[in-house]
């Protein structure tokens, strides 16, 4: 079962914002809603992720960790994750 941490990171990992980006809440919400609009839904968002990992596993690894940080510390989930340097 996928989770919604999951689907916001995928969408996020697959927006135009810059890897390593201080992101909002409001600014994370509106990329994350237009990336899921813009690839017709969430599958959409895995299919560039795993695009992704296939190109450049390790520029993709250093991206989706930052994706969970961000979905992490924007919706205040349990434990925060270590920012990515």
Do not use: K, Q
Request: net charge negative; aromatic share 8%.
């Amino acid at each position: 079962m996928i989770s919604f941490e999951t689907v916001r990171a995928e969408a996020l990992f697959a927006s135009p914002a810059a890897t390593g980006a201080d992101l909002t809440r409001a600014e994370t919400d509106r990329l994350i809603t237009e990336e899921i609009r813009a690839r017709g839904g969430i599958p959409g968002c895995a299919a560039e992720l795993a695009t992704r990992y296939g190109e450049a596993p390790e520029i993709a690894a250093y991206r989706m960790r930052w994706a969970l940080r961000v979905v992490h510390d924007n919706y205040h989930l349990v434990a925060p994750l270590e920012r990515v340097r």
